[in-house]
């Protein structure tokens, strides 16, 4: 047992003129100070110990009256322990000190971040997505956790939560980047493509795979739009204001579906209209190139340009967003919304648009392969990364005529508003 010496009144009474120890057994001591202050003297406590090799050391706790008789005691029985069992408590506490330093740094927040930065460096325009989404689903007190003590339990919670509110799609996207997001840091030593950043997280596995992937997020969409709806679609458009929104969803249109994120941020390069397309695991965007034609070309031409990168931060139900590529995808889903809902009928959204698109290509005759050429989707395999170099430039350019003519089978005041893009 313990040999216990001093007393709580001791030790507030306790004074010196000089510095000075008082034990109070078992390695600890009091130790005593005059102050700057006439009469006011010092007491900090001691844990004075001897090591392996016969030297006395010395661990502070701190001052009196911060850390009371009874804490200090307690503390130096945690110390005395520590001996005990064969260690240095000195060695103890600087270790103890160096983990949680790099606990401090190697937070799941701290993973979170380098991987959007990860996205940002590749390229990929999901980067704001996965920033928003995180920023969204993943509260603070989650992301101050060092992303090696991060388990399922810790992430699940959130994405629960979303499939309660019926928020299907947005809890599936909050799994897949988490799952990203660690599966990179937990990698990164083997991968030398991941960014330092990504090092030192000590993660043993990745805890977002034993996360289901909720039931029903990833159910493909099913409306597509009758060729009268399309008709009334086209003539909404060319009824809004003139806006950069306005034509981008009119060309979208006009280039068979094309998707409006990477259209928004396109070049246009002598008679062709240069999109870069970051979907899947490319490490660079792959150029998706166009022919302009016909009513496409005649909108950018009075355009006289393409479309500005955005500049302004906008309010989005009460919430301040900061501009970001993603922020002519979400005005334009709005204004689609806004439109689906003036024609009544079923409620279609943006990515009906591109759905109507190649399905009525596919009802005019033209394969699955030369759509895929089109809308720049299935062109990751061997073939067309290795062999197929031919730019198809003359097949896109026969369906987009094509697909124009058939936007102008419309009734006649739908005629006139689709020719109205040239003037």
């Known amino acids: 047992m313990a040999t216990q010496i001093l007393s709580a009144r001791a ?55 911060t850390f009371s008789l009874a804490v200090a005691r307690k503390w130096a029985s945690e110390q005395n322990n520590i001996i005990g069992l064969g260690a240095d408590p000195g060695n103890a506490r600087r270790a103890k000190k160096a983990t949680a330093a790099e606990n401090s740094i190697n937070t799941c927040g701290n993973l979170l971040t380098g991987y959007i930065n990860y996205l940002k460096v590749q390229g990929k325009s999901s980067h704001t997505d996965a920033e928003g989404i995180f920023k969204l689903h993943v509260p603070d007190k989650v ?79 099913e409306r597509t739009l009758s060729k009268h709806e399309l008709n009334d679609y086209l003539a909404c458009l060319e009824a809004l204001p003139p806006s950069d929104i306005r034509d981008l969803l009119r060309l979208q249109l006009l280039l068979a579906g094309q998707r409006v994120s990477q259209l928004a941020r396109a070049s246009i390069e002598g008679d062709a209209i240069v999109q870069r397309d970051t979907k899947g695991k490319r490490a660079t965007p ?44 979400v005005r334009a889903s709005l204004a689609v919304g806004k439109i689906s809902k003036a024609m009544g009928g079923k409620p279609f959204r943006l990515g009906d648009i591109r759905r109507t698109a190649e399905t009525m290509l596919a009802a005019m005759g033209f394969s699955s392969d030369l759509r895929g050429q089109l809308l720049s989707h299935g062109l990751s395999g061997v073939q067309n990364r290795h062999y197929d ?18 936007l102008m089978e419309a009734h006649a005041d739908n005629v006139t508003l689709i020719k109205s893009i040239k003037n």
Request: aromatic share 6%; net charge positive.
């Open 286 to 329: 792959r150029r998706h190139v166009l022919p302009l034609q016909g009513l496409a070309k005649d909108l950018v031409t009075a355009r006289g340009k393409l479309f500005d990168a955005p500049s302004k931060e906008r309010i989005v139900k009460g919430k301040l967003i900061p501009p970001t590529p993603q922020q002519d995808l």
């Open 143 to 221: 992301k101050l956790i060092p992303a090696s003590l991060i388990t399922h339990k810790d992430l699940i919670t959130y994405i629960r939560k979303l499939v309660d509110d019926g928020k299907l799609r947005t809890a599936a996207k909050l799994r897949s980047y988490l799952h990203a997001a660690f599966e990179l840091a937990l990698n990164a030593e083997d991968n030398p493509s991941a960014p330092s950043s990504m090092l030192g997280f000590a993660l043993s596995a990745n805890p977002v795979a034993r996360i289901k992937v909720p039931s029903g997020s990833s159910t493909p969409g």
């Open 11 to 65: 030790v507030e009474a306790a004074s010196a003129a000089k510095e000075a120890l008082l034990a109070d057994g078992d390695n600890l001591y009091l130790r005593l100070r005059p102050g700057t202050i006439p009469g006011k003297c010092l007491k900090h406590w001691l844990f004075i110990y001897t090591d392996a090799a016969k030297k006395r050391r010395k661990l502070m706790l701190g001052a009196y009256p």
């Open 389 to 406: 170099k031919h730019d198809y430039m003359a097949e896109k350019l026969k369906m987009l005529e094509s697909w124009e003519r058939f």
